[in-house]
């Protein structure tokens, strides 16, 4: 009996057939990408030739660092992830009403006579020098800062040290869990402080102030001026 011959199977279209489904999955699926945390750096400004050195203090540096091994050290100290909230906090608000703790940064009242005076002396130096960006720059914080103070029913408010700074340094073996819960740290006690100013001064829910509002835009402006973040990340080390 004659064996009948098999047919060979045309695979003439399965390239094309691939091909589709390589496009359809590459229209289809999405692609996960990493959020960064936005953090705004500050212009760099040459100091001025005849301007004195600024005295930085000890007390208004707050210095955290993560170890490759992921242990935390706060001055220099090896501190649990739990303790470093309230560090934060104290930094913040330690010396506030009155002068407690020579360790943590100092307040300084400000009021209008104290803005109008400061604002004088900027105005001049920009008019004699209109490319003196550090005087301008100064010029529009003081103004903002007599914006803020004609707002507060007390016509006056506590500003933490101009050079307080929070210094956040990671080694390279730094895990990113560990950097996070930092970070989150830092944010959520800037966030408390907002949220107790706004509350109390405007009656307003600071997280639902409307960036795209003109009036929550100003609330916002003066907040940051309340509650300064000053963050700076150091150069990672290996």
């Not at 560090?87 to 703790?101: K, S």
């Not at 103004?143 to 307080?164: D, H, N």
């Not at 100013?197 to 960036?211: G, H, Q, S, V």
Request: glycine letters at 2%; one cysteine or more; hydrophobic letters at 40%.
């Amino acid at each position: 009996m004659a064996k009948r011959e098999l047919e060979e199977i045309s695979a003439g279209s399965m390239a094309d057939i691939a091909f589709l489904l390589l496009i359809f999955f590459l229209v289809t699926t999405t692609v996960e990408v990493d959020a960064g945390i936005g953090r705004t750096l500050p212009l760099k400004i040459d100091q001025p030739v005849d301007q004195e050195p600024i005295d930085i203090r000890e007390r208004d540096i707050l210095e955290i660092k993560a170890n490759s091994q992921d242990q935390l050290l706060v001055e220099k100290k090896l501190t649990p992830i739990e303790d470093l909230e309230d560090i934060v906090r104290d930094y913040y608000t330690a010396n506030i009403e009155t002068e407690t703790n020579i360790d943590m940064p100092a307040y300084t009242k400000i009021d209008p006579v104290r803005c109008q005076t400061e604002i004088l002396k900027y105005q001049t130096l920009v008019t004699e020098n209109e490319e003196n960006v550090a005087a301008q720059k100064e010029l529009d914080s003081w103004r903002a800062k007599l914006e803020l103070c004609q707002s507060l029913p007390t016509q006056q408010y506590s500003e933490i040290s101009k050079m307080a700074i929070i210094r956040l340094e990671n080694q390279a073996g730094t895990s990113y869990g560990l950097y996070i819960q930092i970070q989150n740290i830092l944010k959520k006690v800037v966030n408390e402080q907002r949220v107790k100013y706004c509350t109390e001064i405007w009656d307003k829910d600071y997280f639902a102030l409307d960036k795209q509002n003109v009036e929550d835009q100003e609330i916002i402006k003066k907040l940051r001026i309340l509650v300064p973040e000053r963050i700076i990340e150091a150069k990672i080390e290996r």
